[in-house]
């Protein structure tokens, strides 16, 4: 039961935060360039929930990014698979307790997130790469990123240890060798 409300709970923050995106930071933008929520969710629920959780949220959530955004259907899903994956790897091989991990994370997985989106569109669609023009978005949204991550650090940890609790399963060993 804990799990059905925790996916629920998952989807509600989702289209909060398309809402959020597609209607409050459009007064907020830096140089047109706004920030993507979607990656720090992405990220929040690979590292806290899990591969098992986190991959199929990845694909149902890109695709129904993809349609509202009106978007190549897929990109968004492939992209989020690589982020939830990352953060599996980063669950193993680093500690989720300390701020400035987090922020490291939110900031590579943005990096790796608008540059697979910026290549699949580009082979996809046929279009000429500006990287001066890519790499200036990139950096603004990276700081974008990071600067609401340290805001809402306090519910990422909250929402991430319940996320753990509840999907991750204890290793404990039980015999001494």
């Given at each position: 039961?804990?799990?059905?409300?925790?996916?629920?709970m998952?989807?509600?923050?989702?289209f909060?935060?398309?809402f959020?995106?597609?209607?409050?930071?459009?007064?907020?933008?830096?140089?047109?360039v706004?920030?993507?929520?979607?990656?720090?969710l992405m990220?929040i629920?690979?590292?806290?929930?899990?591969?098992?959780v986190g991959?199929?949220?990845?694909i149902?959530?890109?695709?129904?990014?993809?349609l509202l955004?009106?978007?190549?259907?897929g990109?968004?899903?492939?992209?989020f698979?690589?982020?939830?994956?990352?953060?599996d790897?980063?669950?193993?091989?680093?500690s989720k307790?300390?701020?400035?991990?987090i922020?490291i994370?939110?900031?590579?997985?943005?990096?790796?997130?608008e540059?697979?989106?910026?290549?699949?569109?580009?082979?996809k669609?046929?279009?000429?790469?500006?990287?001066?023009?890519f790499i200036?978005?990139?950096?603004?949204e990276?700081?974008?990123n990071t600067?609401?991550?340290i805001?809402?650090?306090?519910?990422i940890?909250?929402?991430g240890?319940?996320l753990e609790?509840?999907?991750?399963?204890?290793k404990?060993?039980?015999?001494?060798?």
């Amino acid at each position: 039961m804990k799990k059905v409300v925790c996916v629920i709970m998952i989807t509600l923050i989702f289209f909060i935060i398309y809402f959020i995106q597609a209607n409050i930071f459009n007064l907020f933008s830096i140089a047109g360039v706004k920030p993507n929520l979607f990656v720090v969710l992405m990220l929040i629920v690979g590292l806290f929930a899990g591969k098992k959780v986190g991959i199929p949220f990845a694909i149902i959530m890109g695709i129904i990014l993809d349609l509202l955004g009106a978007k190549i259907v897929g990109i968004s899903s492939i992209m989020f698979i690589v982020i939830v994956i990352l953060a599996d790897i980063y669950d193993k091989n680093f500690s989720k307790d300390n701020r400035m991990t987090i922020i490291i994370m939110v900031i590579s997985t943005t990096i790796i997130y608008e540059l697979g989106i910026y290549i699949l569109n580009a082979f996809k669609l046929s279009i000429n790469m500006e990287l001066i023009s890519f790499i200036k978005v990139l950096i603004i949204e990276a700081i974008y990123n990071t600067l609401l991550t340290i805001i809402i650090y306090p519910i990422i940890q909250n929402v991430g240890n319940l996320l753990e609790e509840i999907f991750k399963e204890k290793k404990i060993l039980t015999r001494y060798f």
